[in-house]
């Protein structure tokens, strides 16, 4: 048997759906456990997204191991070693198992996202210092 690795999900915390799928979804014990990340709060694996890269206002990101995903490929990653166990983490797994479909359907999550804080006049993360946060 495989030794579990460590898997992190890091998120914004804020945002009450995104706040809402991480509380909700489930990995396969076999795989490892998630550890949930509120990209909120100043922290070193932030600041490791950030030397990666990742744009945590367009993306979740998710650490298996040393491997790291932002995004469709996240959620894709997230849907392969779920659970699968109650209702969400199947239609979860059934739609981002697919990676085109994952590509597909996760601009629209993160437009939604987007909209949604920017309602509930939320500002954005900003971790990579660009100028379009919103107030």
């Given amino acids: 048997m495989p030794t579990p690795v460590e898997i992190l999900l890091i998120y ?3 945002c009450p759906v995104c706040n809402a799928f991480s509380q909700v979804v489930r990995i396969r014990q076999s795989v490892g456990e998630l550890t949930l990340i509120n ?6 694996i932030l600041a490791q997204v950030t030397a990666k890269g990742f744009n945590i206002d367009q993306a979740m990101v998710l650490k ?3 491997s790291w995903y932002s995004g469709a ?3 894709h990653m997230l849907a392969l070693i779920s659970s699968q166990s109650g209702w969400f983490n199947r239609l979860n797994y059934w739609l981002f198992k697919s990676p085109t ?3 597909y359907l996760y601009p629209m999550l993160r437009g939604c996202r987007n ?3 920017k ?3 939320k500002s954005k993360i900003n971790n990579l210092g660009s100028d379009d946060s919103h107030r």
């Fill in 12 to 14: 914004d915390k804020d």
């Fill in 39 to 44: 990209a909120r709060e100043n922290s070193d």
């Fill in 64 to 66: 298996i191991g040393d």
């Fill in 73 to 75: 490929d996240a959620m």
């Fill in 101 to 103: 479909r994952a590509k």
């Fill in 115 to 117: 909209l949604l804080l």
């Fill in 119 to 121: 309602l509930l006049g």
